[in-house]
């Protein structure tokens, strides 16, 4: 039997942009999903005349029939179906990947990272459409890139995950972005340096004529510098020491020197309106973009300094009575939480839990032993929290409401006091995802909100 399918994996945003951009080329594809696919996506796939499956895969069709297989990048190559995918030898491709060969003269910057990724996208992509660029943006933000290939853009601004980038082989960007690498998702990898791997094929995929732009603080990725080949130009941003290039902070300003050794300044730090030495490195980023790209600095300076911060991270709700509600619920792991309690004045309640991703809460420690009065843990399994912490907080309750969560927290707390939903976890155990979570808390804020006034 002739090989002659494309069979894209994952019924989600991605797989189904895959699946308009392979149907637009004039390629034959089959979709797939184990599960039940949302009514948006299936309208799509019909209206497009696409044909798919969902509640499982026919193996017969796709290990008979296809030549390749675009996978959704939630699905991990631990998966057994992978592994039978695997020994047939059919290969297997990212969308990402897949979207780029599609992709002939636009140009494309990649931002990755453990923290920081959706804030740095965010911040590039207003920056670009500001000056009038024809940008789009894409990837992990929650848009598929294939998708908005169709639309053929000048420059794509990406959010790129180390899922997305584990089944690339080729994919290349103009200027690539790592912002911090953290012990995250170690559920799904066998170690640390299969996560880091991963994480620098963002680099590694690079020629000479491209830029990599890194942070110089990170331990691990000044690890990565040297054990992996890069032929990109390399440029660095610190907050912690002045750099012979790139962006750094000098009397409390923000400095990029570039490679003619000119020195141009930006703006006080304390005129930023998103807090935390997070937020500093994602804008460093963002402008080392911009100054690449030529951007004029009258142009990027107005629009960084009316920043507000992105839904579900260091979101300010409300206050009532004196206690400031926030919601940090896309803060997924250790490293983001680090940087949530970091930059809070006063003393917090916490809120935590969910899906662990492999968590090693030992850098918390001092953090919460200076902010934290009681820890609510809000997940189906909150075993790993209530015993590292048990010896360290004298109030550790627990539940699976979110609604009672929002509830305890506001008992325990007096004026002047934060609480924090900052999970350290991902949201799969109870919600569908870190927005449902983040959106669920800020309804039952306002509920009590309501009850209070």
């Known amino acids: 039997m002739k090989k002659k399918l494309i069979v894209i994996l994952g019924g989600g945003e991605s797989g189904v942009g895959a699946a308009l951009l392979?149907?637009?080329?004039?390629?034959?594809?089959?979709l797939s999903d184990s599960g039940i696919l949302l009514k948006k996506y299936k309208r799509i796939l019909i209206q497009n005349e696409i044909p798919f499956e969902e509640k499982g895969h026919t193996e017969s069709i796709i290990i008979q029939k296809a030549i390749?297989?675009?996978?959704?990048?939630?699905?991990?190559?631990k998966n057994s179906f992978i592994k039978r995918i695997n020994f047939f030898g059919i290969p297997i491709q990212s969308e990402l990947e897949f979207g780029k060969s599609y992709l002939n003269h636009s140009y494309v910057i990649s931002i990755t990272g453990s923290n920081g990724k959706t804030t740095t996208s965010s911040i590039i992509y207003q920056i670009l459409k500001r000056e009038g660029i024809d940008v789009g943006i894409a990837g992990n933000i929650g848009r598929s890139f294939s998708k908005e290939i169709i639309k053929k853009k000048n420059v794509y601004v990406l959010e790129v995950s180390s899922f997305q980038l584990d089944d690339c082989y080729s994919f290349r960007s103009d200027i690539a972005v790592l912002l911090n690498i953290t012990k995250d998702h170690l559920n799904r990898y066998d170690d640390i340096e299969s996560y880091m791997y991963s994480?620098?094929?963002?680099?590694?995929?690079?020629?000479k004529e491209d830029i990599f732009i890194y942070n110089h603080d990170d331990p691990l990725i000044r690890k990565g510098l040297k054990k992996y080949p890069i032929f990109s130009n390399c440029i660095p941003f610190s907050i912690k020491k002045e750099l012979d290039i790139g962006a750094y902070i000098k009397n409390n300003k923000i400095f990029i020197r570039n490679q003619k050794n000119q020195e141009i300044c930006f703006f006080n730090v304390k005129d930023i309106p998103l807090i935390g030495d997070h937020n500093l490195y994602n804008i460093m980023a963002s402008l080392m973009i911009s100054e690449i790209l030529n951007i004029k600095k009258e142009s990027i300076i107005p629009m960084i300094l009316k920043l507000k911060p992105i839904e579900h991270r260091?979101?300010?709700?409300?206050?009532?009575?004196?206690?400031?509600?926030?919601?940090?619920?896309?803060?997924?792991?250790?490293n983001a939480v680090f940087y949530a309690l970091k930059s809070i004045n006063g003393p917090v309640i916490w809120i935590a839990g969910g899906k662990d991703k492999g968590n090693d809460y030992i850098e918390l420690i001092p953090l919460v032993k200076e902010k934290v009065k009681a820890i609510i843990c809000l997940g189906m399994n909150n075993e790993k929290i209530i015993n590292f912490f048990k010896n360290i907080i004298d109030i550790i309750l627990e539940t699976k409401s979110i609604q009672k969560a929002v509830y305890m927290a506001y008992i325990l707390s007096f004026h002047g006091d934060n609480i924090l939903l900052s999970p350290a976890c991902s949201s799969f155990d109870l919600f569908k995802d870190y927005k449902e979570r983040g959106n669920k808390f800020k309804k039952e804020v306002r509920k009590l909100f309501s009850e209070k006034i």
């Open 199 to 207: 994480k620098f094929k963002i680099a590694t995929l690079q020629k």
């Open 314 to 334: 260091m979101e300010k709700i409300l206050k009532i009575n004196g206690v400031q509600f926030i919601n940090d619920s896309k803060a997924t792991n250790v």
């Open 68 to 77: 390749k297989i675009i996978k959704s990048p939630g699905i991990s190559s």
């Open 22 to 30: 392979a149907k637009k080329n004039g390629l034959k594809i089959f």
